[in-house]
């Protein structure tokens, strides 16, 4: 028995994704990212009344800041308008699907307040087709999207990678999907035709997963599996117990859960409340943020001064350096100094660093 | 008089130096345009000029203070390098390999063998810097008194190794410039075939009454056969060559590709999960949306290295991947 245990012990391998950054840096449960993006919110109000008061005092009394709930479902209406844009370029589901993620994955980053969404989902997606390796021109890009400059774009680009931790790599529920219609082909007993037809159901499922949390929480062949569970239960139960014997009864309560916050939450959201949301946005941006008004020119001045005290502070340094080359003296162009042997004795602490 | 640059090849050439001076007279190539600088067995270099005046009347000692050496008229030789210690170490190698001839098959091992060439490398040494040069001497002549015989047979032995390499060469030229003809050959029969093809088929149409197609085909076909048959022994010949035998030799010779293992650490991806149908399998995958890549009939997709199993493993990975991981547990 020991030897068989010792055996185990010794072959207990962990899977790729366990390696994967969106395993190991974007996975929560659905509490903790409720609690996150609260206290997201939280921290942005506080800086941005702050901002507001600095400005003129007061004047952030009246002010109704977005609240982490209204963020989400403003987020949730670009993240609706990624699918139009992708259909329009004709790119194919995988930047579609990135570009998603890579959205959400922002503002758990970031707050709406600071950066509209409108422009981020436009880098998302410039960065998306970069990353999954269908790039397009920028000129190209924004010549069919109204009121758009290649600077609205490329301005946020860095910003966003680095949201993102330069972590670009996402695994995807459609792939996985696809994986597991091939797999079922080799199961013996269910029609070709049919099958096909409820793949094509499942995928309509998986692209509905996207409006949700739902990647954010389980790993894509649970989320897959559960969108083919929905479609033909047999097949799907059938499938897991093929390839998990041991844990098939825990896959399925996941995926019953998966099934559950689809059903619940991937409907659009409410267009009247997000209009007003977004009227709301126009009063509670940061005035840092706002091009033009008095906290961004006063926010620039001060990185501008920052920027130049270090500035100074390093020619500082360097001239020091310069003065303390023990070759200057030497040098040809140093003769307009003086280096007389008499000055130098006059001078103790230049003969000092002379030494 | 002197000895011009002895090489037929003519890829080394005569040594000369824009500021060269006479070290003897004094006189440069300012005085003297055509001036030439020749070596003497002591290796000091002096104008032909100061050779004519001191040695046309015998042999006499080396003008260069502190050397004496008695030299000869026709002693001096070209220089071929700048640097006259090189020329020294060329000319006492040469010197050397003439004396010390011997072979490995002259020794009954191979100990003795390279005990023999450590003594005539330092020979060469003593020669080339000036150590003990009259006992060096003396070795040397000693050496020659005692092996005469098999010296002069390592010297035929040589002369006949150079003649059968140089007989060997001579042939694969033979031979290359044979196939070549042979080939110019072909190409010119089969130009004349194409021209009496199409002039037979002129012919015909202007003389018989036959439908033009079928003369045209009945013409064609008939030009084919002939240069079948034309061709077919050429094949053969072209196997048969010793070039091609020889790669075939080589290609059997070759490490046994053992297959790589690329994962070895602590990660599982999952292959034993799952198994794979390749696309030129009996039924594979139906698969709607590779239907173009499986045809790929320009090659378009297979150009940039996309190969359909790997991406039909990649799904098919990420399909069983992290299917049992529990989510993250709901906190209060």
């Not at chain 1, 920052?306 to 200057?328: Q, V």
């Not at chain 2, 048959?229 to 490490?255: E, G, Q, V």
């Amino acid at each position: 028995m020991t030897v068989s245990l010792n055996g185990q012990a010794s072959v207990v391998k962990k899977s790729l994704y366990e390696g994967s950054t969106q395993f190991r840096h974007w996975r929560f449960s659905s509490t903790s990212l409720a609690k996150l993006r609260a206290s997201q919110n939280a921290d942005a109000v506080a800086k941005i009344r702050n901002a507001f008061e600095d400005d003129s005092p007061g004047s952030s009394s009246t002010i109704q800041f977005l609240s982490a709930d209204e963020e989400y479902l403003l987020v949730k209406l670009y993240i609706s308008k990624i699918s139009q844009l992708c259909a329009h370029f004709r790119f194919p589901e995988e930047v579609e699907a990135t570009a998603v993620s890579y959205l959400k994955r922002f503002y758990l980053r970031n707050t709406v307040m600071d950066y509209h969404p409108k422009n981020v989902m436009l880098t998302a997606i410039f960065l998306a087709a970069k990353t999954s390796n269908h790039p397009i021109g920028i000129e190209q890009y924004v010549h069919s999207i109204p009121k758009t400059k290649p600077a609205d774009v490329l301005d946020l680009e860095f910003l966003v990678a680095q949201s993102l931790r330069f972590e670009f790599t996402v695994w995807h529920a459609h792939r996985a999907l696809w994986g597991i219609w091939l797999d079922v082909q080799t199961i013996s007993g269910f029609n070709q035709a049919t099958l096909e037809d409820e793949y094509g159901q499942a995928l309509e499922r998986v692209r509905a997963s996207r409006m949700t949390d739902a990647e954010l929480i389980f790993t894509p062949s649970q989320i897959a599996l559960a969108c083919l569970h929905s479609v033909s239960p047999d097949l799907a139960e059938q499938w897991a117990n093929l390839k998990s014997p041991n844990t098939a009864d825990a896959v399925m309560e996941t995926i019953s859960r998966i099934q559950e916050i689809i059903d619940t939450q991937s409907g659009p959201p409410d267009l009247a409340m997000v209009k007003d949301i977004d009227r709301r946005l126009k009063i509670c941006t940061n005035p840092e943020k706002v091009v033009g008004s008095k906290a961004y020119m006063a926010k620039q001045a001060e990185i501008e001064a920052e920027a130049a005290r270090k500035r100074t502070k390093k020619a500082e340094g360097l001239r020091a350096n310069m003065e303390r080359d023990p070759f200057a003296d030497d040098a040809p162009g140093a003769t307009l100094v003086p280096t007389e042997p008499q000055s130098a004795a006059l001078n103790p602490t230049r003969d000092h660093r002379m030494l | 008089m002197h000895t011009p640059v002895k090489d037929p090849t003519g890829k080394t050439t005569e040594y000369r130096d824009e500021n060269d001076t006479c070290p003897v007279c004094k006189s440069d190539r300012f005085l003297n345009k055509n001036l030439r600088l020749l070596v003497s067995p002591c290796y000091h270099r002096m104008c032909e000029g100061c050779i004519d005046r001191i040695f046309t009347l015998g042999p006499a000692p080396c003008p260069i203070p502190g050397c004496g050496t008695i030299l000869r008229k026709m002693q001096f030789i070209h220089q071929t390098f700048e640097d006259l210690t090189v020329e020294k170490e060329v000319g006492v190698r040469r010197r050397i390999a003439k004396e010390f001839n011997k072979r490995r098959q002259d020794f009954q091992d191979l100990r003795s063998y390279n005990d023999y060439l450590e003594m005539v490398e330092d020979i060469t040494f003593n020669l080339i810097n000036n150590i003990k040069v009259r006992e060096t001497e003396e070795l040397i002549e000693k050496n020659r008194r005692e092996n005469a015989a098999l010296i002069e047979l390592n010297i035929q032995r040589d002369e006949r190794d150079v003649s059968s390499l140089q007989e060997e060469e001579a042939r694969e030229r033979r031979d290359r410039e044979q196939r070549a003809a042979e080939l110019r050959m072909m190409e010119e029969e089969e130009k004349f075939e194409k021209e009496r093809e199409k002039q037979a088929i002129i012919d015909g149409l202007a003389t018989s009454n036959t439908d033009a197609d079928r003369l045209v085909a009945k013409t064609r076909a008939e030009a084919a056969k002939r240069s079948q048959a034309r061709r077919r022994p050429d094949i053969s010949n072209l196997l048969s060559s010793s070039t091609t035998t020889s790669y075939n030799n080589t290609r059997n010779t070759f490490a046994k590709d053992e297959p790589h293992v690329p994962f070895t650490d602590d990660w599982d991806d999952c292959h034993d999960r799952f198994s794979l149908r390749l696309p030129g399998d009996q039924s594979p995958y139906y698969d709607p949306t590779t239907i173009e890549v499986r045809k790929d009939v320009e090659g378009k997709y297979r150009a940039g290295g996309y190969m359909l199993e790997e991406v039909w493993e990649r799904a098919l990975r990420s399909a069983v991947m992290a299917l049992d991981i529990t989510p993250l547990p709901e906190d209060e």
